[in-house]
T-cell receptor, first 113, second 116 residues
Framework: ETGVTQSPTHLIKTRGQQVTLRCSSQ?????VSWYQQALGQGPQFIFQ???????GRGNFPPRFSGLQFPNYSSELNVNALELDDSALYLC????????????FGQGTRLTVV | KNQVEQSPQSLIILEGKNCTLQ??????????LRWYKQDTGRGPVSLTI?????NTKSNGRYTATLDADTKQSSLHITASQLSDSASYIC???????????????FGKGTHLIIQP
């Protein structure tokens, strides 16, 4: 176990709805990154939070947003869900710095119908 | 363009056999290279992480090699077990500049199936 927990593990939503996914980072880690992984593909970077501020963003529209809390846990919010948003959403926690390991949670499987 | 290419895309071998997975990358500058094992529908789990100066690292039956000159890495699995069935993802990290992206470039993975 990595010490990174995500909730919920599975979720089914209807197109147009909004969803919030949660991630508790590993103790001592101050950086959380979120990824979207479609079936058969590698994870795609959504954004990263460092000390409660967005620290970098991938090629995702503004309806993907996030938060990081003082305890370094994080949320990923997706508005106006589309069918293509169906994927495994992964969060990874790390301690910012060169060569640091990133530990992944078990993921949240989101299905949009 | 920063890319990580993995081969083969998928592989089926018999239990007890050895196999080698390949990773070629064009990422620059380079900080480290990581191999992850990902079971279906689960998060990736780290196997090895190697910096520029390391050319081999082992974790049990898994041995990773790195040639930073040719920008190639391999993951060798010895005496495969049924539980080795998973996707193996190669990830190359750039030094985190603090903005734009998280500095990680992921391969698409090699899907490995171990048959009894």
């Amino acid at each position: 176990e990595t010490g990174v927990t995500q909730s919920p593990t599975h979720l089914i939503k209807t197109r147009g709805q909004q969803v919030t996914l949660r991630c508790s980072s590993q103790s001592g880690h101050n950086t959380v990154s979120w990824y979207q992984q479609a079936l058969g593909q590698g994870p795609q970077f959504i954004f990263q939070y460092y000390r409660e501020e967005e620290n970098g963003r991938g090629n995702f529209p503004p309806r993907f947003s996030g938060l990081q809390f003082p305890n370094y846990s994080s949320e990923l919010n997706v508005n106006a869900l589309e069918l293509d948003d169906s994927a495994l959403y992964l969060c990874a926690s790390s301690q910012r710095g060169l060569g640091t390991e990133a530990f992944f949670g078990q993921g949240t499987r989101l299905t949009v119908v | 363009k920063n890319q990580v290419e993995q081969s083969p895309q998928s592989l089926i071998i018999l239990e007890g056999k050895n196999c080698t997975l390949q990773c070629n990358y064009t990422v620059s500058p380079f900080s480290n290279l990581r191999w992850y094992k990902q079971d279906t529908g689960r998060g990736p789990v780290s196997l090895t992480i190697m910096t520029f100066s390391e050319n081999t690292k082992s974790n049990g039956r898994y041995t990773a090699t790195l040639d930073a000159d040719t920008k190639q890495s391999s993951l060798h699995i010895t005496a495969s077990q049924l539980s080795d069935s998973a996707s193996y993802i190669c990830v190359v990290a750039r030094p985190n500049s603090g903005g734009g992206a998280d500095g990680l470039t992921f391969g698409k993975g090699t899907h490995l199936i171990i048959q009894p």
